[in-house]
Structures are given as structure tokens and as C-alpha cells.
């Protein structure tokens, strides 16, 4: 066997071991459904309540967390973050966070390096993925940057994207830990402050500002492309 051949079956084999351990270990199962509902609530306090009753390994958790939902685009990483900043202070929530998020973003680069458009589009959506494609046709690397501002939401769908591009690890990588550093520290001091219904009052605001903005720059986008191609 060829060192291609064994590049094949290790492929091939990853996604093969991680669908046999969901159906044949009962905990694997569990974990990933449960994490599942945790986020369909969308609720900071039940995020919250989870993660804590870990005890001493509620970090370990949280951290796993962030990146199943990293993976799992587009489910809201702001549920987290504000989780974190309650659960362990604004500053270890802050690193907590970042650190977690950075992992995810990681994982989402080289599953689409490895595997390619198609599994990218099965995992998030053909459209949420060509609309970050018009993101990074008009803005390109520094893409990353404008997409990290807003870290309460999941841009993970733009690491997905980013793996697709020639784009290299070490500029991905350097790009989305500064883009996203500046807002999980001023986010997590935010959820740090906030509790109960004010939490939720300023995560619902966050998330409408995020929608109007990323609907806003594709709408642009979509508009400036429909132009060069009425002028070709």
C-alpha cells in the first residue's frame, strides 16, 4: 500500500470510527444529544447550569463544548461565552473562551482542507457557504478579521470557508486569534456583569445586531457582483 492508499483510508476511516462510536458507546451518544438540546434552548442559564454540574471539570466541558458547536455550525457560541464569564469570572471566561473557540476554529480549517467542499456543505449549508464565498471574494483574507468581531455568533461556516481557500494555516490562524480576542474579552466582561433576564435582553440585542450586519454585507456583496456582471 501506497502512502496515498493509507492517506485514503485514514480518511475514510475517521468519519467511519466517529459515526461507530455514536451508536455503539451509549455515553458518546448521550453527551451528543444532550449538548444538542443545551443549545436548542438557546438559554445562557441552562448553558450555564450545565457546565457547572461538572464540578472540577466543568472547564474540560465547556471547553469540548465550544468546539462541538464550532463543528456543528451554526449553533450560538455567545451562549458559551456568556456561560463562561458567569461561571468562572470574565477574565478565566474570557480565556476560556478564546482558547476553546480557537480549537474549534482549527478543526473546522482542516476538515475542509482534508475533505473539501462537499462535506463542508453537508456539515453547515450550499448557501450559508456561498454567500462567506462573496465574504471572501470582496474582502479576502482580512475576511477573518471582519467575521471575528463578532464572536457571539457562530462564524465558524468562515473558518469552513477559509480551508477552502489557498489561504495558508499560519495567516488563519493569526488572523481569527486577533479578529476575535478584542470582542470575547469585551463580551465576556459584559456577561460577567449581567444576570438572568438582562443577560438575555443583551444576547438577543447582540444577535439582532449581528443578523442585520452579516444580512447588510451580503446583500452589498451580492449587489457589487450582480454589477460586474451586467458590466462584463
Known sequence: MNKKQKNILIKGSIPVILIALYFAVPQVRETINQWTMVFKKLSVDDVRDYIRSFGVLAPVT?????????VAAPLPAFLIT??????????????????????GAVLCFYIAKIYGRGTVEKLT?????????????KYGSQAILIARLLPFMSFDIVSYAAGLTSMSFWSFFWATGLGQLPATIIYSYIGGMLTGGARMVVAGLLTLFALTAVIFLVKKM????????KIA
Open 62 to 70: 465547556s471547553f469540548f463544548l465550544m468546539v462541538f458547536q464550532s
Open 82 to 103: 456568556f456561560a463562561n464569564a458567569a461561571i468562572f469570572g470574565w477574565v478565566w471566561g474570557a480565556l476560556l473562551s478564546w482558547s476553546s473557540a480557537m480549537a
Open 125 to 137: 449549508s450550499k448557501f450559508a457557504l456561498e454567500s462567506v464565498d462573496l465574504f471572501f471574494e
Open 222 to 229: 451580492w449587489s457589487e457582483k450582480e454589477k460586474k456582471g
